[in-house]
């Protein structure tokens, strides 16, 4: 079974960057996708990005496109969600998901099994 730590998580101003770090132990991603979802406070936890273990294949919801990128180093074992031109919605807790590659990427939270602890973003106006 594959674990994820996140990292990277804090207070930035809109406009601002940060940059998610989610890193696998007990084993490698090799074979998986990595999702990154993010919850609100008193919302749904919502879908953001997923990215294929080899990095060879991204998606990103409408929201988000052009603002985040999802890359992974297979050399350290972690994917990154590096995010750009913050805005005050995007504020929530992201996490990071792992489920076993498929033809398809899989969007819903019921499809991973293995998730992060979390990390707090809070984009000030």
């Known amino acids: 079974q594959v674990q994820l730590v996140e990292s990277g998580g804090g207070l930035v101003q809109a406009g601002g960057s940060l940059r998610l770090s989610c890193a696998a132990s007990?084993?490698?991603?090799?074979?998986?996708?990595i999702s990154w979802f993010r919850q609100a406070p008193g919302k749904e936890r919502e879908f953001v990005s997923i990215?294929?273990?080899?990095?060879?294949?991204?998606y990103y919801v409408d929201s988000v496109k052009g603002r985040f990128t999802n890359s992974v180093d297979t050399a350290k074992d972690t994917v990154y969600l590096q995010m750009s031109s913050l805005k005050p919605e995007d504020t929530a807790v992201y996490y990071c998901?792992?489920?076993?590659?498929?033809?398809?990427?899989?969007?819903?939270?019921?499809?991973?099994?293995?998730w992060g602890q979390g990390t707090q973003v809070t984009v000030s106006s």
């Open positions: 990215i294929r273990w080899d990095g060879g294949s991204t």
């Open positions: 998901a792992a489920r076993e590659s498929g033809r398809y990427f899989h969007t819903r939270l019921t499809d991973y099994h293995y």
């Open positions: 007990a084993r490698s991603f090799s074979g998986y996708d």
